[in-house]
């Protein structure tokens, strides 16, 4: 590594040390007893562990209870996603508060003989009174004579996204214990993990307390938080090789007094993803939220329909809509009139679902589903009122009309003025099918500052998915305005509810007003294929994709005004999207990198009237990732995370001064009370873990 790069890093270990030295002396001089005086400022601690007994790293350990002694009250929160043990025991612990006391109860069938085991709190435990968790506490035991030692580091990241995934689980299994992988990997779903770890909010985790041998590793992103894999739902990650932890290079580990979490340089690289492979074919739900709409959500991707229909409605008059790009989830729209729909919609559905051993069946379900028009307070107020007039006119003799009432069609895109981009169509989308289209009663028109008008020539282009969005198609100049006017009942949909008039004014977007982007692409190898999303650095969402893009140079107008990075998807299927992997066939999702310049930066500021040339060397984007290449990434990511609280602490003035906020975590990674490496005292400076060599 260069040099000035390797002092940086001393420099960002020293100023870790300062941070975490400050957190923890003020703890060292605390007396005893803790409160905090009426008036004063608002207590920002977690409790402080006094005792354990047995104490923490007990060997030979037989017991069935464990008693944790705080300085204060305490609560118990979400222990069924916090509380993990690793490796996982037959039952889980039951935790008890006797007082300031915390009893752990451990059940005596639940232990392997010879085995360490980490009862791992997560934020389990906080404050009684403000809620201030404890992060990190562990209470670790020994079956056997000895505890397992060893340490070792990672990082897990959304594959697609290229962002941290935090709260996943990493498994690790013992290489010696398992059958050989051959065509099928079955390790996730045949066999309980031997050690257990779990990343913080940063995508970081320090796994511990492992042995001197080949681990299998793999991560998991626990969607529903019931610390279980379930194969496509959540996401998985899997190393390709083994590791040993006393074969690996040293790590610095500090403690984030921000976060108030251990964070450490990351020796393991995860990229996560939704094995679809192994999603289950099923109709998960169904649903019916208005009168002509049913909605169908699958397990997985592309359902196999032989047939579908309902009471009262012809075959023909059911309209289909896949929404999502995976096919999983389908509207059906209903062409029928309102009056001859039941509340109860009765129907089934043939299609093909995976039965107990994942075998696709051909399955009949009925469909029952329910909707009845509830009024609003206002609506029934109004339908009062006329009901009121019209028996009025009724015993008066006089004749009554009722008013006309407001069309309930919907554009959903419809804007009484708009910016149209010259380089595209403007998209039309309502909010069910149409039954009825006019389109030559449709007119627009164009002037220009001269005050002449002109009829424009346009056409409507269906969507090919969606039956209810088109695009509307013409020569678009920036030096004219546009108005487009839909008149009454020129469209209908498909409950036959016409159209109000409808008229919108139309501007050309100025493309002096945006940042135009020269891409120079030069792929790693001719036939490759990528996808360039221009992503927003603050939200984190793609604003504009350019897809199927080879050998040679891209202009990208129209790009806004504001932080941008330049995510790339290597597309080696050539379908223009990212594409996930498949864990059994130990196949990785495609790769998504952000573009980085020549400093290493990957946000960059297009602003007005600005013209950007960027050349994508996609062996370079794309090359293998090393452990130095990571750490150098995250170190960055973490500055400029940093660098945004600093701000957001300078605009919050001087409101937080006086508070009485030490970031202690005692207890945790560096504290007495069984912290995360043990030891009676604190330690402030940032420990190099493994094998205790130097780096």
Request: proline share 5%; aromatic share 10%.
């Given at each position: 590594?260069?040099?000035?790069?390797?002092?940086?890093?001393?420099?960002?270990?020293?100023?870790?040390?300062?941070?975490?030295?400050?957190?923890?002396?003020?703890?060292?001089?605390?007396?005893?007893?803790?409160?905090?005086?009426?008036?004063?400022?608002?207590?920002?601690?977690?409790?402080?562990?006094?005792?354990?007994?047995?104490?923490?790293?007990?060997?030979?350990?037989?017991?069935?209870?464990?008693?944790?002694?705080?300085?204060?009250?305490?609560?118990?929160?979400?222990?069924?996603?916090?509380?993990?043990?690793?490796?996982?025991?037959?039952?889980?612990?039951?935790?008890?508060?006797?007082?300031?006391?915390?009893?752990?109860?451990?059940?005596?069938?639940?232990?392997?003989?010879?085995?360490?085991?980490?009862?791992?709190?997560?934020?389990?435990?906080?404050?009684?009174?403000?809620?201030?968790?404890?992060?990190?506490?562990?209470?670790?035991?020994?079956?056997?004579?000895?505890?397992?030692?060893?340490?070792?580091?990672?990082?897990?990241?959304?594959?697609?996204?290229?962002?941290?995934?935090?709260?996943?689980?990493?498994?690790?299994?013992?290489?010696?214990?398992?059958?050989?992988?051959?065509?099928?990997?079955?390790?996730?779903?045949?066999?309980?993990?031997?050690?257990?770890?779990?990343?913080?909010?940063?995508?970081?985790?320090?796994?511990?307390?492992?042995?001197?041998?080949?681990?299998?590793?793999?991560?998991?992103?626990?969607?529903?938080?019931?610390?279980?894999?379930?194969?496509?739902?959540?996401?998985?990650?899997?190393?390709?090789?083994?590791?040993?932890?006393?074969?690996?290079?040293?790590?610095?580990?500090?403690?984030?007094?921000?976060?108030?979490?251990?964070?450490?340089?990351?020796?393991?690289?995860?990229?996560?993803?939704?094995?679809?492979?192994?999603?289950?074919?099923?109709?998960?739900?169904?649903?019916?939220?208005?009168?002509?709409?049913?909605?169908?959500?699958?397990?997985?991707?592309?359902?196999?329909?032989?047939?579908?229909?309902?009471?009262?409605?012809?075959?023909?008059?059911?309209?289909?809509?896949?929404?999502?790009?995976?096919?999983?989830?389908?509207?059906?729209?209903?062409?029928?009139?309102?009056?001859?729909?039941?509340?109860?919609?009765?129907?089934?559905?043939?299609?093909?679902?995976?039965?107990?051993?994942?075998?696709?069946?051909?399955?009949?379900?009925?469909?029952?589903?329910?909707?009845?028009?509830?009024?609003?307070?206002e609506q029934e107020k109004e339908r009062e009122r006329l009901e009121k007039e019209r028996r009025k006119a009724e015993e008066n003799g006089t004749e009554w009309v009722e008013p006309h009432k407001p069309s309930t069609f919907k554009m959903t895109s419809y804007k009484t003025t708009a910016e149209v981009n010259p380089e595209k169509d403007l998209d039309v989308e309502f909010a069910t099918p149409l039954t009825r289209f006019d389109s030559a009663s449709i007119r627009l028109v164009s002037w220009s500052e001269l005050g002449d008008t002109l009829r424009e020539r346009f056409h409507f282009i269906p969507d090919t998915l969606s039956p209810r969005?088109?695009?509307?198609?013409?020569?678009?100049?920036?030096?004219?305005?546009?108005?487009?006017?839909?008149?009454?009942?020129?469209?209908?949909?498909?409950?036959?509810?016409?159209?109000?008039?409808?008229?919108?004014?139309?501007?050309?977007?100025?493309?002096?007003?945006?940042?135009?982007?020269?891409?120079?692409?030069?792929?790693?190898?001719?036939?490759?294929?990528?996808?360039?999303?221009?992503?927003?650095?603050?939200?984190?969402?793609?604003?504009?994709?350019?897809?199927?893009?080879?050998?040679?140079?891209?202009?990208?107008?129209?790009?806004?005004?504001?932080?941008?990075?330049?995510?790339?998807?290597?597309?080696?299927?050539?379908?223009?999207?990212?594409?996930?992997?498949?864990?059994?066939?130990?196949?990785?999702?495609?790769?998504?990198?952000?573009?980085?310049?020549?400093?290493?930066?990957?946000?960059?500021?297009?602003?007005?009237?600005?013209?950007?040339?960027?050349?994508?060397?996609?062996?370079?984007?794309?090359?293998?990732?090393?452990?130095?290449?990571?750490?150098?990434?995250?170190?960055?990511?973490?500055?400029?995370?940093?660098?945004?609280?600093?701000?957001?602490?300078?605009?919050?003035?001087?409101?937080?001064?006086?508070?009485?906020?030490?970031?202690?975590?005692?207890?945790?990674?560096?504290?007495?009370?069984?912290?995360?490496?043990?030891?009676?005292?604190?330690?402030?400076?940032?420990?190099?873990?493994?094998?205790?060599?130097?780096?």
């Open positions: 590594m260069r040099t000035d790069n390797k002092n940086i890093r001393i420099l960002k270990r020293v100023v870790a040390s300062l941070i975490v030295l400050a957190a923890v002396l003020p703890v060292l001089i605390r007396c005893a007893t803790i409160g905090t005086p009426e008036g004063g400022p608002k207590d920002t601690l977690p409790p402080v562990v006094l005792g354990v007994m047995p104490g923490n790293y007990t060997t030979n350990f037989d017991k069935d209870e464990v008693q944790i002694l705080f300085d204060e009250y305490i609560q118990l929160k979400d222990q069924q996603k916090e509380l993990y043990v690793s490796p996982e025991m037959k039952k889980k612990p039951t935790l008890l508060m006797r007082g300031k006391t915390l009893i752990v109860t451990i059940k005596d069938d639940s232990l392997k003989p010879n085995t360490t085991y980490a009862i791992e709190f997560g934020a389990t435990i906080s404050d009684n009174n403000e809620g201030n968790p404890l992060h990190g506490y562990r209470y670790v035991f020994s079956t056997g004579a000895e505890i397992d030692s060893l340490a070792m580091s990672g990082y897990t990241e959304d594959s697609e996204k290229v962002d941290s995934l935090g709260r996943t689980f990493i498994y690790f299994f013992e290489e010696d214990s398992l059958p050989p992988i051959e065509d099928y990997d079955s390790t996730m779903f045949n066999f309980k993990p031997h050690k257990i770890a779990r990343s913080q909010k940063n995508g970081i985790f320090i796994a511990q307390n492992l042995k001197p041998v080949d681990y299998r590793i793999y991560a998991f992103y626990d969607n529903n938080d019931n610390q279980l894999y379930e194969p496509g739902e959540d996401k998985i990650g899997f190393l390709e090789q083994t590791y040993n932890p006393a074969k690996m290079e040293p790590f610095y580990v500090w403690y984030d007094s921000i976060r108030r979490y251990p964070s450490a340089d990351p020796q393991l690289y995860f990229r996560l993803f939704v094995d679809e492979s192994f999603s289950r074919q099923t109709l998960k739900e169904k649903m019916r939220p208005d009168q002509h709409k049913v909605e169908l959500y699958f397990g997985a991707k592309h359902p196999d329909i032989r047939s579908l229909k309902f009471q009262g409605v012809k075959p023909e008059d059911i309209i289909y809509e896949p929404v999502s790009s995976r096919g999983d989830t389908l509207y059906l729209w209903l062409k029928t009139p309102s009056a001859e729909l039941p509340d109860t919609l009765k129907g089934e559905i043939v299609y093909f679902k995976h039965d107990s051993i994942r075998q696709l069946q051909e399955t009949t379900e009925e469909l029952k589903l329910h909707w009845r028009l509830i009024e609003t307070k969005k088109y695009r509307l198609r013409t020569e678009w100049s920036p030096l004219r305005k546009y108005e487009l006017f839909i008149p009454t009942d020129a469209l209908a949909d498909i409950s036959g509810e016409g159209n109000d008039s409808l008229k919108m004014t139309l501007t050309v977007a100025d493309k002096e007003k945006f940042a135009v982007v020269n891409l120079k692409v030069i792929p790693r190898k001719e036939s490759y294929r990528y996808v360039v999303q221009f992503v927003d650095a603050k939200s984190n969402k793609s604003v504009q994709t350019i897809k199927d893009l080879t050998s040679g140079t891209y202009t990208v107008n129209y790009i806004e005004p504001t932080d941008l990075k330049i995510r790339i998807i290597e597309d080696m299927n050539g379908n223009g999207k990212w594409d996930a992997g498949n864990m059994v066939e130990h196949r990785q999702s495609e790769r998504s990198e952000f573009y980085k310049d020549e400093n290493g930066e990957e946000t960059f500021t297009a602003k007005t009237g600005w013209e950007f040339d960027i050349t994508l060397d996609m062996t370079t984007i794309f090359a293998p990732i090393t452990m130095q290449d990571l750490i150098e990434r995250l170190d960055k990511r973490e500055m400029e995370r940093l660098e945004e609280e600093e701000k957001k602490r300078k605009e919050q003035g001087n409101q937080n001064k006086g508070s009485h906020n030490h970031n202690n975590q005692s207890g945790g990674m560096f504290g007495g009370g069984g912290g995360m490496f043990g030891g009676g005292g604190g330690g402030s400076n940032p420990m190099n873990i493994g094998n205790l060599g130097g780096r």
